[in-house]
Antibody
Framework: QVQLVQSGAEMKNPGASVKVSCKAS????????VSWVRQAPGQGLEWMGW????????NYAQKLQGRVTMTTDTSTSTAYMELRSLRSDDTAVYYC???????????????????WGQGTLVIVSS | DIQMTQSPSSLSASVGDRVTITCQAS??????LNWYQQKPGKAPKLLIY???NLEIGVPSRFSGSGSGTDFTFTISSLQPEDIATYYC????????FGQGTKVEIK
């Protein structure tokens, strides 16, 4: 069965970086994309960005441009999300999700998240 | 950026009631709209994709409709296990979520 397993909780100081991993299994990793979604405490879902596991193309949410980098390692079917210059309002649960858009993110390409990781809590505090 | 506006932000209904949530896009997104259910402490779960297609394994009491800018999500007969927050999400241009609707039992 499709499974996404994320790395464990992290506590970081303001200004530091965090890198969260998401190991996929149960499907052909390069046939799909991976989106990252975060959720601040008591708040809604915020889409952070997408990466094609096929060719490594990325699209990021405008508000995170310049601070976020998404990568994949196809040899281990693992996706990574690095967020830099952390602030207290980056405190959230970070989810990876299998994105049906494997090659593109336009409306003519599928764009739903049909499997999710368990979430990784990142706390930013001094 | 495409903005998604859900309403209401919360609702309370009785078991067996019909529940309806709306989602409005800031521009025409055709049928590029999905719905998710999130229970406390859990990852979201896909219920509906492409506005009206039921994900495999999702009970038929859940349904979706709409196109363009206005969309509706319906639970035909609310069950206790449906207590959750529901989100719409567009994918016409990148991805954006609505702010969520919390559904409670009266």
């Amino acid at each position: 069965q499709v499974q996404l397993v994320q790395s464990g909780a992290e506590m970081k100081n303001p200004g530091a970086s965090v890198k969260v991993s998401c190991k996929a299994s149960g499907y052909t990793f390069t046939s799909f994309g991976v989106s990252w979604v975060r959720q601040a405490p008591g708040q809604g879902l915020e889409w952070m960005g997408w990466i094609s596991a096929y060719n490594g193309n990325t699209n990021y949410a405008q508000k995170l441009q310049g601070r976020v980098t998404m990568t994949t390692d196809t040899s281990t079917s693992t996706a990574y999300m690095e967020l830099r210059s952390l602030r207290s309002d980056d405190t959230a649960v970070y989810y990876c999700a299998r994105d049906r858009g494997g090659y593109c993110t336009g409306g003519s390409c599928p764009g739903w998240f049909d499997s999710w990781g368990q979430g990784t809590l990142v706390i930013v505090s001094s | 950026d495409i903005q998604m506006t859900q309403s209401p932000s919360s609702l309370s209904a009785s078991v067996g009631d019909r529940v309806t949530i709306t989602c409005q896009a800031s521009q025409d997104i055709s049928n590029y709209l999905n719905w998710y259910q999130q229970k406390p402490g859990k990852a979201p779960k896909l219920l509906i994709y492409d506005a009206s297609n039921l994900e495999i394994g999702v009970p038929s009491r859940f349904s979706g409709s709409g196109s363009g800018t206005d969309f509706t999500f319906t639970i035909s007969s609310l069950q206790p296990e449906d207590i959750a927050t529901y989100y719409c999400q567009q994918y016409d241009n990148l991805r954006t979520f609505g702010q969520g609707t919390k559904v409670e039992i009266k």
